[in-house]
Structure formats: structure tokens, C-alpha cells
């Protein structure tokens, strides 16, 4: 069978302030009266049946996703007793779905994407899920719009004409000067966090190279094997830990108007813009600026003679910030949570 795992324990701190520890990303309502979460949820589900579908996340959430997804009738969920990236939360799920499973098919989505064609989207990933079945482990790639330093690329190998590329490698959030090489090069894709594999290809690849990582989620049996044996996990990425070592990877092109929603940067590409490239949300005043985003949320904001900024106004922080320096507000929200 087809199995969802759906990862919502992120803060998204690069859309601070209007993300934080208290109101991550996932649960912010942006473009609709719907959560992040919920908009993948209803997004992914005619593909999978409904006791298929996971959602991991940090304990600290636990009441919220309850609520969330009672009214939509989810009830699996694992819940991280301490946040540790991606890998081993995907490789405890997949651990425990192949015991019931062994032929089970994973599908890994982010709870945060914006997705504009859901329907190319589920086809791309039908696809996925066949092809996944041969023992590869897929990874959707995006074809870049502009030189993105706050992604990160996948290198292909042009060989395959069935447009199913065998993957070259990962390459970490680029420099600029990189960033605009790639976006020259066909054989370089944004890599979209979304991954479809066999559980037990993932699995095999996991004890190849991850072992301790492997041994561990193995001897988690009930919830005292999980507090005991979770704090021993190294912090991994799916990507660092497997996709950059595994020969068994593979790249479909996604072209389903995907968006990594990251940054405010990301963000001023969805809204649609003023004569002077301004986006205005909220209750705002202005007067001969050009190119903002303006996000006012409880108060008036007013803005003159500016250029290229994104400003955003909540009630206990406010963000000024150069458009091309979004990528830097990780740095202030790690200064914030030292000085707490």
C-alpha cells in the first residue's frame, strides 16, 4: 500500500515574526482560512487512504495537530519528544510501517508548500510511487526561476531520456555567484523536500549508511523505549544522512506551480504587485515607494519613500529587512532564543 508521512514540526524561522516557537508555520493561515498543514493534508489525501496518513511533529504541538486534524478525521501522529530534523522521524515511521508492511510505498511532504496545480502535483507523484516500487528512492526537483540562495539544488545526469534523471548530487544552500551558475545549467533543479520510496529500500539504505541510527529506531518498542532512545539520535537531515550518499536516488520534474514557502522573499512571489512593484497586506499608507512587501497585522503602517524592503508588523515584533538579506533572519531569531 501507499503510505503519507507529512512533516509539521518545523518554526520556519526565516518567516519571522509572523512564524514562531508558539505559531509555527504550518499553522498559519496565509492564503486561505486554512492552516499550511490542513491545505497538504486535503492537498495529498485523495492519494492515500485515510489510516495511511502520518503527521510527525515536536510533542509541544501535540494538542493543535489533535485539533486540527480531528476535524478532518487523521488520527496518526508521532510526536518527537525532541526536535532532531527529518531523518530519524522518517526513519522511526518507516521502521514501523514496514513491520506491518513490507511492500509499503512512503511518500515525504513538508507541511508548508504552496502548491497551485494540486492535480499535475498528485499525477507527479503517482509516478513517484510506481517507479519507487523498482527499489529507487525519487526526489521531486523544480526547475529554478531565479538564483535562490535559500534552497538547495540537486545536480542531474542528462543520460536518461525518460526524463527521470539518475541524481549527480546535492548541493547545500548556494552562494549568489553559484546560485546565478545554476540557474544557467539545465542539469540543476531546486530541490523540493519531497522524497517517495519503498520503505525497505529506504530502510536498507538507512543501515548502510546510518547505522547507529538504524539500530536504535529498531529497539524503540512502546513509549519508554522512545524517551529512552530518542535523546541518543543524532540531529540529521534526510538529505545529509541518505540523499547525498545513496546510489539508488532519482529526480522526476515537478512542474505544478511549487513554492517553498521559506522566506518573505518567497512570499512577494505569490501576491500580485502595485504599479511600483508594491505588495500591501494589511492596513497600510504609502507614498512614492517602490518595490515593498508590507504586511501590517494588527496596526497602521506607514511607508515613504522606500525601496526594495520587506516590512512586517505584528503584535510584539516588528521586521525591517533589505529583499535580497531574507535569508539572514535565521540569524536574528538564533540571537532572540540566546538572549532568552
Known amino acids: 500500500m501507499n503510505y503519507a508521512i507529512i512533516l509539521a514540526g518545523g518554526i520556519g524561522s ?32 485523495p492519494l492515500f487512504k485515510q489510516e495511511n496518513i502520518y503527521i510527525a511533529t515536536h510533542q509541544n504541538y501535540c494538542q493543535r495537530i489533535k485539533k486540527i486534524c480531528r476535524q ?23 521502521y514501523q510501517i514496514y513491520q506491518a508492511d513490507r511492500e509499503a510505498v512512503i511518500a515525504v511532504f513538508p507541511s508548508d508548500h504552496l502548491i497551485r496545480n494540486s492535480s499535475r502535483f498528485r499525477k507527479v507523484i503517482n509516478k513517484a510511487m510506481q517507479i519507487a516500487k ?7 526537483g523544480i526547475k529554478p526561476k ?28 548556494p552562494s549568489l555567484l553559484r546560485a546565478k551558475r545554476f540557474i544557467k545549467d539545465k542539469r540543476y533543479y531546486w530541490n523540493s523536500g519531497i522524497f517517495v520510496f519503498k520503505a525497505e529500500t529506504m530502510l536498507k539504505e538507512i ?57 518573505w522573499q518567497a512570499l512577494t512571489e505569490v501576491f500580485k504587485k502595485d504599479k511600483s512593484g ?46 535580497d538579506k531574507t535569508q539572514q533572519i535565521k540569524e536574528i531569531v538564533q540571537r532572540l532564543n540566546y538572549l532568552k
Not at 526565516?14 to 498559519?28: E, G, T, Y
Not at 523498482?134 to 521531486?140: A, R, S
Not at 531565479?146 to 549527480?168: A, M
Not at 507614498?287 to 519613500?305: E, H, P, Q
Open 134 to 140: 523498482k527499489g529507487h528512492i525519487i526526489t521531486l
Open 207 to 263: 543501515k548502510r549508511y546510518q547505522n547507529v541510527l538504524y539500530k536504535l529506531i529498531s529497539r524503540i518498542k512502546n513509549k519508554n523505549d522512545l524517551k529512552r532512545f530518542w535523546q541518543r539520535l543524532p540531529a540529521l537531515s534526510i538529505d545529509y544522512g541518505i540523499m547525498e550518499k545513496t546510489k539508488k536516488a532519482l529526480l522526476i520534474v515537478a512542474n505544478c506551480g511549487w513554492l517553498d514557502l521559506g522566506s
Open 278 to 323: 508594491n505588495i500591501f497586506k494589511g492596513d497600510c499608507l504609502d507614498k512614492d515607494s517602490k518595490n515593498l512587501f508590507v504586511w501590517a497585522d494588527k496596526r497602521i503602517v506607514a511607508t515613504i519613500g522606500l525601496n526594495n524592503l520587506i516590512v512586517v508588523d505584528t503584535d510584539d515584533a516588528v521586521l525591517i529587512c533589505a529583499k
Open 72 to 94: 478532518i478525521k487523521l488520527k496518526n501522529f508521532f510526536f518527537e519528544p525532541e526536535a532532531k530534523n527529518t531523518l530519524p522521524c522518517i526513519a522511526f515511521l518507516s
Open 14 to 45: 526565516r518567516f519571522w515574526p509572523l512564524s514562531k516557537d508558539i505559531q509555527p508555520k504550518q499553522f498559519l493561515r496565509i492564503f486561505t482560512k486554512k492552516t499550511f498543514l490542513e491545505e497538504t493534508i486535503i492537498r495529498i489525501r
Open 146 to 173: 531565479r538564483p535562490e540562495t535559500g534552497y538547495g539544488y540537486i545536480k542531474v545526469d542528462f543520460k536518461d531520456d525518460l526524463k527521470v534523471f539518475k541524481v549527480d548530487r546535492f548541493i547545500e544552500k
